[in-house]
């Protein structure tokens, strides 16, 4: 973590000097600015208030669906993450996709999918066996006790399978 301590305002936005002398304002959650000299840190404020004055002049409305088939809107991109934002907070969503019926309708198969595939896995999951049997290499003296572990372990998960 930086230190560091506010020196100046530049449009209402604080600026900051760091103990390594860059200059840096934050003018919102997410978005850092910096610059070695006064006159870019001014600079970089400037044009990232240009931009969200641009933002909010020509706001997007983008149908979207999600993943998970929740519908909304994009509004525009996080200047501080590149996200696009909206909906009212896309967040850690993996996809969107147009808001189209076809879209929505696989989306929707795609999740009933996930949930078979969720129930499937449970049913299973008590005889799951994990392949690794360790960290790095085995040493030539533990090499039996893990061969006997492996084995033991095969067959207490078969022999509860082949009692189900």
């Not at 519908?71 to 696009?84: F, L, Q």
């Amino acid at each position: 973590m930086r230190e560091e301590r506010i020196i100046a305002h530049h449009k209402g936005i604080p600026i900051a000097l760091s103990g390594d002398l860059q200059f840096y304002a934050t003018p919102e959650e997410g978005v850092d600015l910096s610059s070695p000299t006064a006159e870019g840190i001014n600079d970089e404020i400037d044009a990232y208030l240009a931009t969200k004055r641009k933002q909010e002049k020509d706001p997007l409305n983008l149908a979207v669906v999600t993943t998970s088939g929740v519908r909304g809107a994009v509004k525009g991109i996080h200047m501080g993450t590149c996200m696009a934002r909206g909906f009212p907070e896309l967040g850690a969503t993996p996809s969107i996709y147009p808001d189209v019926p076809w879209i929505v309708e696989v989306l929707l198969e795609m999740e009933k999918a996930r949930e078979s595939l969720k129930r499937a896995d449970a049913v299973v999951a008590p005889y799951r066996m994990d392949p690794s049997r360790g960290y790095g290499r085995v040493a030539p003296a533990q090499y039996d006790g893990i061969m006997e572990r492996l084995v033991s372990q095969y067959e207490e998960k078969r022999a509860a399978a082949e009692a189900r």
